[in-house]
């Protein structure tokens, strides 16, 4: 019998599942991922970095009992090059409407979420 194959001889697929733990792929990653933003009003486009978040402190953010706060998000997430932040909570709740939404928009990318994901957390 094969490591594949169960006692009644059906094929069993190899635990994705276990894998993923195992690699480390199940995680958040501490690499930042780069996304590019068209500026708003412009066609002018920027890199941004974007730190991916584990669920707990996504969930938090997402969740708040106070309410959903972008500019939290944003300052979690948006980064410099060197992982450094970028803007605090204070500066980024003081963005023209049209720059947090587009850098909110990254934040979630970067989470890895689908748009069916972002949209049950109520933020596509």
């Given at each position: 019998m094969s490591e594949n194959e169960s006692p009644t001889g059906v094929i069993v697929p190899v635990n994705a599942f276990l894998e993923a733990i195992n690699s480390g792929a199940a995680f958040a990653s501490t690499d930042l991922r780069t996304d590019t933003i068209t500026m708003p009003g412009t066609e002018d486009t920027a890199t941004v970095y974007v730190r991916e978040l584990p669920d707990k402190q996504l969930r938090d953010i997402l969740t708040d009992p106070a309410g959903y706060d972008r500019a939290r998000l944003i300052a979690e997430c948006i980064r410099k090059e060197d992982g450094k932040t970028l803007l605090t909570r204070e500066q980024a709740s003081?963005?023209?409407?049209?720059?947090?939404?587009?850098?909110?928009?990254?934040?979630?990318?970067?989470?890895?979420?689908?748009k069916d994901e972002q949209e049950k957390t109520g933020n596509a």
């Open positions: 003081k963005l023209k409407p049209k720059m947090a939404m587009v850098l909110e928009e990254a934040a979630m990318r970067g989470q890895s979420l689908s």
